[in-house]
């Protein structure tokens, strides 16, 4: 007796789709192709507080040499880009804000871009109201740096963005970005401005703090200095639950993660900079700690776990919805 074989190998199987393929379809039209959706938000709970990752946008560019890398050769960062199925010389970059609801306060972490500062991102004001909140709602905004793309919300047109709120800033961030010798310079100047239109309007009625400060209970500002020099990120605790919004500590969760060390252009002491990633990710790697990281893939939430050198980004699934 004979037996066929059932093994089927890839050329048979694209073979069968192939056929399966070709058979019309009859009487019905084409649905419209509605373009690129993306999850743009995610809410959990730590403990008695409810959080929500919104993101305000991405931005499609050339990369990620030689943003990231900036300290080895293209060839070594188009490697790993391929080797984590990514492309070698394009990428993306999203921007994630936070939200922190702990029953009595609304704390926006962040402001994103702003509106029409870049094509595809500024899109919070839009996203809170889908989500059913007015700007008004917001009690508080802390402020993690003085970059762009964090501070570019603060105002809209002329106005504040979030007329009710409190807002907390670093101290050392704020006076190393309005040190007037910093205009000299040409290649600050554009970020300097942007700190003079954004942030120095609220200079007044802010509340300046420095690490080990509290922005309410149970919400501790941490030292991350490097990426700039008074970068600053948010410990997280209630009920015993924990979490860290991480800013720009790491910018890429392949290239600034599993390769720490490589210099990455936005960091203004890069040495600095790859030193606190490889501190604050190795801490949150032992105490299996869930982040938000600003520049992580939507909707940014996630842990590490120890890889050779670096850490292995792993993206929250469902063990925040219990």
């Known amino acids: 007796m004979t037996h066929r074989s059932t093994t089927i190998d890839r050329r048979s199987l694209l073979a069968g789709a192939a056929v399966g393929m070709a058979v019309p379809t009859i009487g019905l039209a084409a649905t419209p192709q509605q373009g ?11 403990g008695a507080f409810e959080v929500t990752s919104i ?8 990369g990620p040499h030689p943003i990231f890398g900036q300290n080895v050769s293209a060839e070594d960062v188009a490697e790993l880009a391929e080797a984590n199925f990514l492309p070698p010389t394009r990428m993306e970059a999203p921007f994630s804000v936070t939200l922190v609801n702990t029953g ?16 595809n991102a500024g899109l919070l004001l839009e996203r809170l109201g889908a989500l059913g909140l007015s700007p008004g709602d917001i009690t508080h905004v802390v402020i993690t740096h003085f970059h762009g793309d ?8 002329d106005d504040p963005a979030f007329p009710n709120a409190a807002y907390i800033i670093g101290a050392a961030e704020f006076d190393f ?11 600050m100047r554009p970020r300097v401005q942007i700190v003079q239109d954004k942030v120095v309007p609220f200079a007044e009625q802010a509340t300046m703090i420095t690490p080990g400060d509290s922005v309410v209970s149970g919400i501790e500002a941490v030292d991350c200095s490097g990426h700039t020099p008074g970068h600053m ?12 919004i991480t800013s720009d500590t790491a910018n890429h969760y392949v290239m600034s ?25 190795g801490m949150l790697a032992a105490d299996r700690v869930p982040f938000i990281g600003y520049h992580m893939p939507a909707p940014a939430l996630g842990y590490v776990e120890p890889l ?5 980004y792993i993206p929250a699934s469902y063990q925040l919805n219990l």
């Open 36 to 46: 690129l959706l993306r999850p743009w938000f995610w809410r959990f709970e730590v």
């Open 55 to 62: 993101l305000d946008g991405a931005v499609q560019i050339d």
């Open 104 to 119: 009595s306060e609304l704390i926006l972490f962040d402001t994103g871009n702003g509106a029409r500062r870049r094509p």
């Open 150 to 157: 964090h501070i570019g919300g603060l105002t809209e047109g």
């Open 177 to 187: 970005w309005t040190n007037e010798d910093l205009l000299a310079d040409d290649a």
């Open 233 to 244: 990120i948010y410990h997280v605790e209630s009920g015993g639950e924990r979490l860290m």
């Open 257 to 281: 993660l599993q390769r720490p060390d490589w210099h990455v252009r936005f960091d203004m002491d890069k040495e600095a900079a790859a030193a606190r990633r490889k501190e604050v990710f």
């Open 308 to 312: 050779g050198e670096g850490f292995r």
